[in-house]
């Protein structure tokens, strides 16, 4: 079983950018699909993106444009670059091992990370 650890998180100021990553360890990174969540308290997981074994990726729409989704298979780590950071941001982002190809759907994904803050000020 894959187990990932998200890094990265912190406070920014609103138009300011941070990158994440998700170390994964176990399992054999290169054949997941991986994606990105996140969750603002009092709200519903949402989907930001994912990117499959092939390197395809796809973005739900508040993250296009300004967040891109990278892998390092040789690294076995998962990256989501975000810029342009705006309040509404402001969750627990999760990293997520699952299918080979990209999913949104949060229920295909078999190994979570434990989930990284960030916050952006107005």
């Known amino acids: 079983q894959v187990q990932l650890v998200e890094s990265g998180g912190g406070l920014v100021q609103a138009g300011g950018s941070l990158r994440l990553s998700c170390a994964a360890s176990?399992?054999?990174?290169?054949?997941?699909?991986m994606g990105w969540f996140r969750q603002a308290p009092g709200k519903e997981r949402e989907f930001i993106g994912a990117?499959?074994?092939?390197?395809?990726?796809t973005y739900a729409d508040s993250a296009k444009g300004r967040f891109t989704i990278s892998r390092d298979n040789a690294k076995n780590t998962l990256y989501l670059q975000m810029n342009d950071l705006k309040p509404e941001d402001t969750a627990v982002y999760y990293c997520?091992?699952?299918?080979?190809?990209?999913?949104?759907?949060?229920?295909?994904?078999?190994?979570w990370g434990q989930g990284t803050q960030v916050t952006v000020s107005s």
């Open positions: 990117i499959s074994w092939s390197e395809v990726t």
């Open positions: 997520a091992a699952g299918p080979s190809l990209t999913s949104n759907d949060w229920q295909r994904y078999f190994s």
């Open positions: 176990g399992g054999t990174f290169e054949m997941y699909g």
